[in-house]
């Protein structure tokens, strides 16, 4: 990390936030192991569960963001990060399709939005994603999102590699990867932009990489959560009971 006094060029600050990419999810052992059709379908079936929920708050995050920010134009472009998720006329929506995709591996609708199989490591890190988007200055909080520089490249590999590993998952259950491709690129076009014409000074630019890095912490945290729970079967309390004994709803 460049520890200058003096600030980067906006070349040398976007090939920093770019090479935060080295800690990227897709280098997890458990996204690792999904990727290779190792994955089990417990595994599939819990992460699958457990991203849900960082999916339906997702939303919530860029509404956080909205209310903070004082530029229609800017709005009027954030906006439609939540009607990607939510759907709109003409279009079914990101959290319509992860339904579909949780159809597809097995569980039920009701079983994803009671939020029951959501690990409290997963909720705890989602939800400090959220509450960091409502406290933050809206530049900041829009700029976490720059973990998008590398999400094409991590949907493009589950289209790739998941339906010659696990052809016991319904095809039709892969439409939110694809739609992401497309709306990840332009959103880190927006993003990206944002990030370099707020961050300028040395001291700016490098709050933005630790920003960077408490969202990639998000994310790597979350499969650590599913990799205790789904591949060490040590999930929360299992030495006092064999059931889901934590709490299962959003309690802020």
């Excluded at 080295?22 to 457990?50: D, F, K, L, S």
């Excluded at 995050?61 to 939510?86: E, F, G, S, Y």
């Excluded at 597809?104 to 939020?115: F, I, K």
């Amino acid at each position: 990390m460049n520890t200058s006094t003096q600030a980067m060029t906006p070349e040398a600050f976007e090939r920093a936030l770019r090479a935060k990419g080295a800690y990227y999810h897709i280098h997890h052992p458990y996204h690792i192991a999904m990727h290779n059709g190792q994955a089990t379908r417990e595994q599939i079936q819990g992460w699958v569960a457990n991203r849900f929920y960082y999916q339906t708050s997702i939303p919530l995050k860029d509404a956080a963001i909205m209310a903070n920010c004082p530029d229609p134009q800017t709005r009027r472009k954030w906006v439609q990060r939540i009607l990607d998720h939510d759907g709109h006329e003409g279009s079914e929506g990101g959290i319509e399709a992860w339904l579909r995709l949780g159809e597809a591996v097995g569980l039920t609708r009701e079983m994803l939005l009671s939020e029951k199989m959501v690990l409290p490591g997963v909720r705890f890190a989602v939800d400090a994603y959220v509450n960091f988007a409502r406290r933050a200055v809206w530049q900041e909080a829009a700029c976490s999102s720059l973990t998008e520089l590398f999400a094409p490249e991590i949907h493009q590999s589950r289209l790739d590699s998941w339906p010659q590993h696990y052809q016991w998952i319904e095809a039709e259950g892969y439409g939110y990867f694809r739609g992401r491709l497309g709306q990840a690129r332009r959103d880190v076009e927006h993003g990206l932009q944002l990030a370099l014409d707020y961050f300028k000074t040395a001291e700016q630019q490098q709050r933005m990489l630790s920003i960077l890095q408490f969202k990639l912490d998000i994310l790597w945290s979350m499969l650590d959560a599913m990799s205790m729970a789904y591949e060490l079967h040590r999930p929360p309390y299992h030495t006092v009971t064999d059931q889901i004994a934590w709490h299962h709803e959003r309690l802020l």
